[in-house]
């Protein structure tokens, strides 16, 4: 395989930002279709029989695969039955009182890598997800929990992260997709990580009666604990250069640009309700020759 050249991977994670910054209708009509557009802009492949680069199969692959340690910036990530299950207890003023949350990515589900993973977390660009008040192709970001860990704070420990970024003032502690978002829990774990059993089986207490506080292992009383538990496939692969189209003229790329377009028509689900959003929801009749099939891109560094 042929790996892509600097230039051309930094337009995969560019031309993502820029249908972020300038298309809120997004590209097609899964979450698949944006990728393919990127891979395009940066003359990448996305499929190739020989190097078992295909999308046919649950497990799809995008390029080589590659660990989790050497993921870059651009490489795309591959859901299969992935779930993240949240628990963020709080003891406060007014009580004992704890959030949960369930994100799942499947049961098939693509992004691309924006911040490269550390400390069981990494940011990726992605769409089709279900947001309220969000169109369903909107690309966006979101931070990934790929490994199951816990983190648990005192009161004077809290105190302590909530006067720096690691805890934005502004917080809203009642949300607790604000709180997974903006809180840096991968900053926090080597300081005040927690054994993962002992916060499951304190996790089960808590859920019972939130009668006594939650204690640490040192008998400090809890203020903050966030469980977190990772299940499911999550693969990784480097895209790779194409030499076909890397070689082709101004001629050939509007060719092989129109060419993928029909291919992600024809190859994109029925979709829900035309009303679904204000760009036309994630019907297929509905849009079959719609803009969003098409797509822009103007480099940032051309």
Same mark, same amino acid.
């Given at each position: 395989m042929a790996e892509l050249d600097v230039a051309h991977r930094s337009i995969l994670t560019d031309f993502a930002v820029y249908q972020m910054n300038s298309n809120p209708a997004g590209i097609g009509n899964e979450c698949t279709?944006?990728?393919?557009? /990127?891979?395009?802009?940066?003359? /990448? &492949?996305?499929?190739?029989? %020989?190097?078992? !680069?295909?999308?046919? &199969?649950?497990?799809? #692959?995008? $390029?080589?695969? @590659?660990?989790t340690d050497k993921v870059q910036r651009g490489d795309i990530a591959q859901f299969h039955g992935f779930k993240n299950s949240f628990f963020v207890y709080q003891n406060t003023s007014t009580g004992f009182t704890f959030l949960t949350s369930d994100q799942v990515r499947g049961p098939n589900h693509t992004g691309m890598v924006f911040v490269p993973p550390k400390n069981g977390t990494y940011y990726q660009l992605e769409s089709h997800l279900h947001h309220k008040g969000i169109a369903v192709m909107t690309e966006r970001g979101n931070t990934i929990y790929y490994e199951s860990f816990a983190i648990a704070l005192?009161?004077?420990?809290? /105190? =302590?992260?909530?006067?720096?970024? #690691?805890w934005p003032a502004s917080i809203k502690t009642d949300d607790i997709e604000d709180m997974l978002e903006r809180i840096d829990? @991968? $900053?926090?774990?080597?300081?005040?990580?927690?054994? &993962? *059993? *002992?916060?499951?089986?304190?996790?089960?207490?808590? +859920?019972?009666k939130l009668?006594?506080?939650? +204690?640490?292992?040192? $008998?400090?009383?809890? *203020?903050?604990?966030? @469980? @977190?538990? /990772?299940? $499911?496939?999550?693969?990784?692969?480097?895209?790779? %250069?194409?030499?076909?189209?890397?070689?082709?003229? #101004? *001629?050939?790329l509007a060719d092989e +640009?129109? =060419?993928? !377009?029909?291919?992600?028509v024809v190859g994109g689900r029925v979709g829900g309700k035309p009303d679904q959003d204000e760009y036309g929801g994630d019907n297929k009749k509905k849009r079959l020759y719609d803009h969003r099939f098409d797509w822009t891109y103007r480099p940032s560094n051309p």
């Open positions: 279709h944006w990728i393919y557009a /990127a891979l395009f802009e940066a003359r /990448a &492949l996305d499929h190739d029989k %020989a190097l078992h !680069i295909a999308q046919a &199969l649950p497990h799809y #692959t995008w $390029g080589k695969q @590659v660990d005192s009161a004077s420990e809290l /105190a =302590q992260v909530q006067k720096t970024d #690691t829990w @991968v $900053g926090m774990r080597d300081s005040y990580s927690m054994d &993962l *059993a *002992a916060a499951d089986q304190l996790v089960k207490k808590l +859920k019972h009668s006594t506080p939650a +204690k640490k292992a040192n $008998g400090d009383d809890i *203020a903050c604990l966030l @469980v @977190v538990h /990772a299940e $499911g496939y999550l693969k990784f692969s480097s895209p790779q %250069a194409s030499t076909a189209r890397l070689g082709m003229s #101004t *001629a050939q +640009k129109a =060419q993928l !377009i029909h291919e992600l």
